[in-house]
């Protein structure tokens, strides 16, 4: 079975930093597209970053400067380097997998993993 689990999140003060990452198994075929959406309290689920198996990326215009976003393809894992972090950062942050079979392409979803950003 597809599984994808994150790890790394926690409590951390203005200004510091935090390292997601991102385990993806149980599939025979490569993964494409990676990446990361975010959930505040409240509000509605939003893009992150996104990496491609080439190591393409791309960025919210919120987090860009501050957040990067890599991959470990043998691995199948994707991280995510969170510096300068702000209250407003305050989110559940899931991963994401696409898996292109050559009939369908599939998106899995991690659990998510909490980033609380305050003093």
């Known amino acids: 079975q597809v599984q994808l689990v994150e790890s790394g999140g926690g409590l951390v003060q203005p200004g510091g930093s935090l390292r997601l990452s991102c385990a993806a198994s149980g599939s025979i075929f490569s993964f494409d597209d990676m990446g990361w959406y975010r959930q505040a309290p409240g509000g509605q689920r939003e893009f992150v970053a996104r990496i491609s198996t080439a190591g393409d990326t791309n960025y919210a215009a919120s987090v860009k400067g501050r957040f990067t976003i890599s991959r470990d393809n043998a691995k199948d894992t994707v991280y995510l380097q969170m510096n300068s972090l702000k209250p407003e950062d305050t989110a559940v942050y899931s991963c994401?997998?696409?898996?292109?079979?050559?009939?369908?392409?599939?998106?899995?979803w991690g659990q998510g993993t909490q980033v609380t950003v305050s003093s």
């Open positions: 994401n997998a696409e898996l292109n079979t050559g009939a369908l392409i599939r998106t899995y």
